[in-house]
């Protein structure tokens, strides 16, 4: 079974940046699309940012276009999410998830993906 683990979670003060990474286990990340989500208290689930299984396609919400870059080292079976110009609206807890996909899909709705990290915690504040 493909694990998830997310890392790289902090507090920052508004203008910071930050960088997420999701390190996988079981499986290479290779024939997984993979995405980022973020889910504040009281809030749906969102998602954040996707990339292809050979990380060629990605795609971000467009709160994040501009701030936000996704990547993929299949070497490390590793998936990053690189924070920049962090605002307030951006804490939240932050989520990777991985689906098989054997094409160069990517996908930002939750219910396309099966296997899911437990989360880090982004905290942007003054």
């Known amino acids: 079974q493909l694990r998830l683990v997310e890392s790289g979670g902090g507090a920052v003060q508004p203008g910071g940046s930050l960088t997420l990474s999701c390190v996988a286990s079981?499986?290479?990340?290779?024939?997984?699309?993979v995405g980022w989500f973020r889910q504040a208290p009281g809030q749906v689930r969102e998602g954040v940012s996707s990339?292809?299984?050979?990380?060629?396609?990605?795609e971000y919400v467009d709160s994040v276009k501009g701030r936000f870059t996704i990547s993929k080292d299949v070497a490390k079976n590793t998936v990053y999410l690189q924070m920049s110009n962090l605002a307030p609206e951006d804490t939240a807890t932050y989520y990777c998830?991985?689906?098989?996909?054997?094409?160069?899909?990517?996908?930002?709705?939750?219910?396309?993906?099966?296997?899911w990290g437990q989360g880090t915690q982004v905290t942007v504040s003054s």
């Open positions: 990339i292809s299984r050979n990380g060629r396609v990605t």
């Open positions: 998830a991985a689906t098989l996909e054997p094409d160069s899909r990517t996908f930002l709705a939750a219910k396309y993906y099966n296997y």
């Open positions: 079981g499986y290479s990340l290779g024939d997984y699309c």
